[in-house]
């Protein structure tokens, strides 16, 4: 550095003698100024080749990456129609107000500004905040959903001001029939933390950029994935403020499935208006394949409150609500399933060689445990007398089916009722069901941490005790009956874009049931037949006058045990103490086109509440819904056959 400081510099005690010296030194100053410079541009030309020949392709992504952007396409949801293909689930379009929030300056000034603009709300901001969160950069994010013509209007005289926000159009879901379909459909929401986890570990979070709900119950829940469709996307050249300046290139989105449900809707409406208010459920069966004509939890709710996310004060009225709207009573309702039974045991005590038909109990109202003072009583005070097989089922003697209990025995008394199904999730397509319990003695030390005894038994021979079960494994377990032993899975599921579901079944669950011993299964059915037709029939007075022969089982189910000594009285107890009613049948009896099963809740004997309402339930079926249902399936048989002769000719 010395000599370049000499180089430039002047002797001062030395002045300039002449002009050549003056003139040497510029020279020297110029020159060594021009090899600078030819050092400063030879870097420049190096770093140019860099950036325009050597590294070209890399510079080039990232310019494009600013320049060029992937905008998610979401894919149209698709629509969900009952048996006949009657709408019940559709989507509707909105407006809303779109924003890239990396492309604003300031975020909470924004906010501020568009609460008087457009009415934006706390909520509003807290969700989008969510949703930016699993949002990736620069992607437009829904800011105010559901905007009014007036809100639209404001916005737009302002919208000079937010170059990064704009109005969109979007799909919500509304589901037609509300509270009458909500246990089935369920509903879509907004896309939480947990489920945006979700769909990241199972890779599906691609599929989901831009979508903002998903499927949370039911149905909508269920076949998540068929009716959600397949993301697309749009290419777009965006300017330094993310305004799309073109498009350039754009793949269209795959709309979801839509979806046939096997629920007769007419149906469906007739049951929610006959439980009215009571607290209960139906299940309507097709007995030839199980398939759910009708499903029914009373009370329910509106689905659509949920559809965009509830206000906490109506979610808030849903969980206080003493009613429980929000669980599903047919799937997870747990009852002691009572006398309903009992024509399930005689099938297995009678393969068991317990009993036979001709098998005789003097039922004298009670029966004392062997060894013991236990007296269990029967619900006839004065009992049934001498009673065989099928008095037993016909008049619903407890004492006759106590003596099977206490001869079955737990392990064989247990083993046989998960054959029909019970203690055991149905495999219903809806992921809201209980298995209930069918005891045994592991449950028993698992849960009690005591051992089984021999008193514990007796009671579930009669449907109490420990046992529980939804309406449909009931409903389930009466089709099996009807079908001599074959198990078919409830299903909702009718089909997917004309593609036929086969109903399906679990193998490793549940296998069609073989009973050698002749005659087990028509002498259950006979005993039902006897419970509508025989004299001492316990639904005889309901089916009164009925114009088809049908077949059932009353069953009373006790909400709390009685003392030794106690009988039970209504009137001295409060109402959610009184007895749940049930009933199960199916019609015509030679030859079943419908089984229902039905719980009450606190509405009292099986018989008189419950009895009744599955009487109108068939008749309604029977007379005004199954003759129409037949003329649909003709008129669609006709048109097929139709299109294939046309088709045909053209060709």
Same mark, same amino acid.
């Given at each position: 550095?010395?000599?370049?400081?000499?180089?430039?510099?002047?002797?001062?005690?030395?002045?300039?003698?002449?002009?050549?010296?003056?003139?040497?030194?510029?020279?020297?100053?110029?020159?060594?100024?021009?090899?600078?410079?030819?050092?400063?541009?030879?870097?420049?030309?190096?770093?140019?080749?860099?950036?325009?020949?050597?590294?070209?392709?890399?510079?080039?992504?990232?310019?494009?990456?600013?320049?060029?952007?992937?905008?998610?396409?979401?894919?149209?949801?698709?629509?969900?129609?009952?048996?006949?293909?009657?709408?019940?689930?559709?989507?509707?379009?909105?407006?809303?107000?779109?924003?890239? +929030?990396?492309?604003?300056?300031?975020?909470?000034?924004?906010?501020?500004?568009?609460?008087?603009?457009?009415?934006?709300?706390? @909520?509003?901001?807290?969700?989008?905040?969510?949703?930016?969160?699993?949002?990736?950069?620069?992607?437009?994010?829904?800011?105010?959903?559901?905007?009014?013509?007036?809100?639209?209007?404001?916005?737009?005289?302002?919208?000079?001001?937010?170059?990064?926000?704009?109005?969109?159009?979007?799909?919500?879901?509304?589901?037609?029939?509300?509270?009458?379909?909500?246990?089935?459909?369920?509903?879509?929401?907004?896309?939480?933390?947990?489920?945006?986890?979700?769909?990241?570990?199972?890779?599906?979070?691609?599929?989901?950029?831009?979508?903002?709900?998903?499927?949370?119950?039911?149905?909508?829940?269920?076949?998540?994935?068929?009716? $959600?469709?397949?993301?697309?996307?749009? %290419?777009?050249?965006?300017?330094?403020?993310?305004?799309?300046?073109?498009?350039?290139?754009?793949?269209?989105?795959?709309?979801?499935?839509?979806? $046939?449900?096997?629920?007769?809707?007419?149906?469906?409406?007739?049951?929610?208006?006959?439980?009215?208010?009571?607290?209960?459920?139906?299940?309507?069966?097709?007995?030839?394949?199980?398939?759910?004509?009708?499903?029914?939890?009373?009370?329910?709710?509106?689905?659509?409150?949920?559809?965009?996310?509830?206000?906490?004060?109506?979610?808030?009225?849903?969980?206080?609500?003493?009613?429980?709207?929000?669980?599903?009573?047919?799937? %997870?309702?747990?009852? +002691?399933?009572?006398?309903?039974?009992?024509?399930?045991?005689?099938?297995?005590?009678?393969? !068991?060689?317990?009993?036979?038909?001709?098998?005789?109990?003097?039922?004298?109202?009670?029966?004392?445990?062997?060894? /013991?003072?236990?007296?269990?009583?029967?619900?006839?005070?004065?009992?049934?007398?001498?009673?065989?097989?099928?008095?037993?089922?016909?008049?619903?003697?407890?004492?006759?089916?106590?003596?099977?209990?206490?001869?079955?025995?737990?392990?064989?008394?247990?083993?046989?009722?998960?054959?029909?199904?019970?203690?055991?999730?149905?495999?219903?397509?809806?992921?809201?069901?209980?298995?209930?319990?069918?005891?045994?003695?592991?449950?028993?030390?698992?849960?009690?941490?005591?051992?089984?005894?021999?008193?514990?038994?007796? +009671?579930?021979?009669?449907?109490?005790?420990?046992?529980?079960?939804?309406?449909? %494994?009931?409903?389930?377990?009466?089709?099996?009956?009807?079908?001599?032993?074959?198990?078919?899975?409830?299903?909702?599921?009718?089909?997917?874009?004309?593609?036929?579901?086969?109903?399906?079944? @679990?193998?490793?669950?549940?296998?069609?049931?073989?009973?050698?011993?002749?005659?087990?299964?028509?002498?259950?059915?006979?005993?039902?037949?006897?419970?509508?037709?025989?004299?001492?029939?316990?639904?005889?007075?309901?089916?009164?006058?009925?114009?088809?022969?049908?077949?059932?089982?009353?069953?009373?189910?006790?909400?709390?045990?009685?003392? !030794?000594? %106690?009988?039970?009285?209504?009137?001295?107890?409060?109402?959610?103490?009184?007895?749940?009613?049930?009933?199960?049948?199916?019609?015509?009896?030679?030859?079943?086109?419908?089984?229902?099963?039905?719980?009450?809740?606190?509405?009292?004997?099986?018989?008189?509440?419950?009895?009744?309402?599955?009487?109108?339930?068939?008749?309604?079926?029977?007379?005004?819904?199954?003759?129409?249902?037949?003329?649909?399936?003709?008129?669609?048989?006709?048109?097929?056959?139709?299109?294939? /002769?046309?088709?045909?000719?053209?060709?």
């Amino acid at each position: 550095m010395r000599w370049l400081i000499q180089l430039f510099s002047v002797p001062r005690n030395e002045p300039i003698r002449d002009n050549r010296a003056e003139r040497n030194l510029f020279v020297r100053r110029a020159l060594i100024a021009f090899l600078g410079t030819l050092v400063l541009a030879a870097v420049l030309l190096t770093n140019l080749y860099h950036l325009q020949v050597r590294d070209f392709d890399k510079y080039q992504t990232r310019s494009n990456g600013n320049r060029i952007k992937l905008l998610p396409v979401p894919p149209t949801r698709g629509l969900i129609y009952d048996r006949n293909g009657t709408l019940l689930a559709e989507n509707l379009t909105f407006f809303g107000l779109y924003i890239v +929030p990396e492309k604003v300056d300031d975020l909470d000034r924004t906010f501020e500004e568009l609460r008087a603009i457009i009415g934006l709300t706390d @909520d509003d901001i807290e969700q989008f905040k969510k949703e930016r969160r699993r949002s990736t950069r620069y992607t437009p994010i829904l800011l105010k959903p559901n905007l009014t013509e007036e809100q639209i209007a404001r916005f737009a005289v302002n919208q000079y001001n937010y170059p990064s926000a704009n109005v969109r159009p979007y799909f919500k879901r509304n589901y037609l029939y509300g509270e009458t379909m909500t246990h089935i459909l369920g509903y879509v929401s907004k896309i939480n933390d947990k489920d945006a986890e979700r769909l990241k570990k199972e890779e599906k979070d691609a599929n989901y950029a831009g979508t903002t709900d998903i499927g949370k119950l039911g149905i909508e829940r269920y076949y998540e994935d068929a009716l $959600h469709g397949t993301a697309g996307y749009e %290419q777009v050249e965006i300017n330094s403020r993310g305004k799309v300046i073109r498009k350039l290139n754009e793949q269209q989105p795959i709309a979801g499935q839509s979806i $046939h449900l096997t629920i007769d809707l007419p149906l469906q409406q007739f049951v929610a208006d006959l439980l009215g208010k009571q607290k209960g459920s139906v299940v309507v069966l097709d007995p030839k394949d199980s398939s759910i004509l009708a499903m029914v939890s009373s009370p329910s709710y509106d689905n659509n409150l949920f559809v965009g996310g509830i206000s906490g004060a109506d979610y808030k009225r849903l969980l206080e609500d003493e009613n429980r709207p929000l669980y599903s009573r047919a799937t %997870q309702g747990a009852y +002691p399933p009572a006398s309903t039974v009992k024509p399930f045991v005689a099938v297995a005590a009678l393969t !068991e060689g317990v009993v036979t038909t001709s098998t005789t109990v003097s039922d004298p109202g009670y029966w004392i445990l062997p060894n /013991t003072t236990k007296k269990f009583r029967d619900w006839k005070k004065s009992g049934h007398g001498l009673t065989d097989l099928q008095k037993a089922i016909t008049e619903s003697s407890d004492t006759y089916f106590y003596q099977v209990a206490y001869k079955m025995g737990i392990d064989r008394l247990s083993e046989w009722m998960k054959k029909f199904g019970f203690g055991l999730p149905t495999g219903v397509d809806i992921r809201e069901e209980t298995a209930a319990i069918m005891p045994d003695r592991e449950w028993k030390q698992k849960r009690h941490k005591k051992p089984w005894v021999m008193g514990d038994t007796i +009671p579930v021979g009669i449907g109490q005790g420990y046992w529980t079960a939804t309406p449909l %494994q009931l409903a389930k377990a009466t089709a099996v009956l009807v079908n001599n032993g074959r198990v078919n899975t409830p299903h909702l599921m009718k089909e997917m874009h004309g593609a036929s579901i086969v109903p399906y079944k @679990d193998p490793l669950l549940y296998e069609d049931i073989q009973s050698p011993t002749d005659g087990a299964w028509a002498a259950a059915k006979r005993g039902m037949y006897g419970v509508i037709h025989g004299a001492g029939g316990t639904g005889r007075k309901a089916f009164a006058s009925a114009s088809y022969d049908a077949a059932g089982k009353s069953g009373t189910a006790q909400v709390f045990s009685l003392k !030794e000594g %106690q009988r039970y009285d209504a009137k001295s107890l409060q109402k959610h103490l009184h007895d749940h009613a049930w009933f199960m049948g199916y019609a015509p009896y030679q030859d079943p086109k419908i089984v229902v099963a039905i719980i009450l809740e606190n509405a009292g004997g099986g018989s008189s509440a419950a009895a009744p309402v599955v009487r109108k339930v068939m008749d309604y079926y029977l007379h005004q819904r199954l003759p129409k249902l037949m003329q649909l399936e003709e008129e669609r048989a006709k048109s097929a056959v139709q299109k294939t /002769t046309e088709t045909a000719v053209s060709q």
